[in-house]
């Protein structure tokens, strides 16, 4: 268990990729759980329960199916469990990491003061998240990184897109 943990850092210092997990489905079940749990964590303060829970099922649903899609469309449909444990697992490593940086910018915000330390660092982790990300495809695609950076920030683009059209519409 301590080396798969460490797995999961090593993939987010850029040092393993996705090949180096094991395409076990309980493994991704454990991940995807706590990916669920954390990420629902880190978005509650500012969406309130409800929403940040639908955000991160919908996050995780347009994630899976555009990473199947883009797998069987290269002929690479077998290296979905790694890279998704990948995703998920990294997930949680930077939800750990934002989950203190949200709850300070909250408490600030509600004192109508600011934080512009903790703004610098969520910046800073949101930035290194990217770039793990980026990581991922690269090696999940086996394509440049600048390329894989580009098809990340699409996919947050994609997200925050269809969140906003779901919410606005919802109410």
């Given at each position: 268990?301590h080396?798969?943990?460490?797995r999961f850092?090593d993939?987010?210092m850029l040092?393993?990729g996705?090949?180096?997990?094991?395409?076990s489905?309980?493994l991704?079940?454990?991940?995807?759980?706590m990916n669920?749990?954390v990420?629902?964590?880190?978005?509650f303060p500012v969406?309130?329960?409800?929403?940040?829970?639908?955000?991160?099922?919908?996050?995780?649903?347009?994630?899976?199916?555009?990473l199947?899609a883009g797998?069987q469309?290269?002929?690479?449909?077998a290296r979905f469990v790694q890279?998704?444990?990948?995703?998920?697992?990294t997930g949680?490593?930077f939800g750990?990491?934002m989950m203190?940086?949200?709850?300070?910018?909250?408490?600030?915000?509600?004192a109508?003061?600011?934080?512009?330390a903790?703004a610098?660092?969520?910046w800073?982790?949101v930035?290194?998240n990217v770039?793990v990300?980026?990581?991922?495809?690269?090696?999940?695609f086996?394509?440049?990184?600048?390329?894989?950076f580009?098809?990340a920030?699409?996919y947050?683009?994609?997200f925050?897109?269809?969140s906003?059209w779901?919410?606005?519409?919802?109410?």
């Amino acid at each position: 268990m301590h080396a798969l943990i460490f797995r999961f850092f090593d993939i987010c210092m850029l040092r393993a990729g996705p090949q180096d997990l094991p395409a076990s489905p309980l493994l991704l079940r454990i991940v995807l759980a706590m990916n669920i749990l954390v990420a629902t964590l880190v978005s509650f303060p500012v969406s309130g329960f409800d929403r940040a829970l639908v955000e991160v099922i919908l996050d995780i649903l347009l994630l899976s199916a555009l990473l199947y899609a883009g797998l069987q469309w290269r002929g690479l449909n077998a290296r979905f469990v790694q890279i998704f444990i990948a995703l998920m697992g990294t997930g949680v490593i930077f939800g750990m990491l934002m989950m203190p940086v949200i709850y300070q910018l909250v408490a600030a915000n509600a004192a109508n003061d600011t934080a512009p330390a903790a703004a610098l660092v969520w910046w800073g982790l949101v930035f290194w998240n990217v770039t793990v990300f980026a990581h991922i495809l690269r090696h999940g695609f086996n394509i440049h990184f600048a390329y894989a950076f580009v098809v990340a920030i699409a996919y947050i683009l994609l997200f925050w897109q269809v969140s906003d059209w779901i919410f606005a519409r919802g109410g």
